[in-house]
């Protein structure tokens, strides 16, 4: 039986959670801290339960852009700064079928987190820009 290295990874890789609030919701959050972690990200999933997410903590603040290849399902994806504001936000990002037709999503400027949640959750939630997130 063959297997990618991305599945061997995403098979074999445990994410810690962690959970945040925004107004009376609680967001239960993946945590991708690692280069591994992030590299697999939601790749392979089948789907995203509703209050679920990814929380990308990366190093540094960085400019991280953020691609859909492997993915079964459309996310929002939204940029944090050191406090948790929402400084950039890409809704209903859509899959890739192939590498070479993947569209790589970037914030405008640096930032400390990216945040992955389900298509329209952000919306649905009234996270716009601006909107601070309570950080773990």
């Keep these: 039986m063959c297997i990618s290295i991305g599945r061997f990874l995403y098979r074999h890789t ?6 945040i ?14 280069l591994i972690k992030q ?7 089948r789907s995203l339960p509703r209050n679920t997410g990814m ?6 603040e960085s400019a991280l852009g953020i691609w859909m290849l492997n993915m079964r399902f459309s996310i ?17 990002a859509e899959p890739c079928a192939s590498v070479f037709s993947c569209h790589v999503y970037r914030p405008h400027k640096p930032a400390k987190y990216v945040l992955e ?3 329209g959750r ?4 009234g996270i716009r820009k601006g909107s601070r997130l309570l950080m773990p």
Excluded at 76 to 92: F, P, Q
Aim: aromatic share 8%; hydrophobic share 45%; glycine share 8%.
């Design 39 to 45: 590299s697999i990200g939601l790749m392979y999933k």
């Design 55 to 60: 929380l990308f903590v990366l190093r540094r």
């Design 117 to 119: 949640l389900g298509a």
């Design 76 to 92: 929002d994806i939204l940029w944090l700064d050191r406090s948790g504001a929402v400084m950039h936000i890409v809704e209903n």
């Design 14 to 19: 445990k994410f810690r959670s962690t959970s």
């Design 122 to 125: 952000a919306k649905s939630l």
């Design 21 to 34: 609030r925004h107004g009376r919701i609680r967001l239960r959050l993946y945590i991708a801290d690692t």
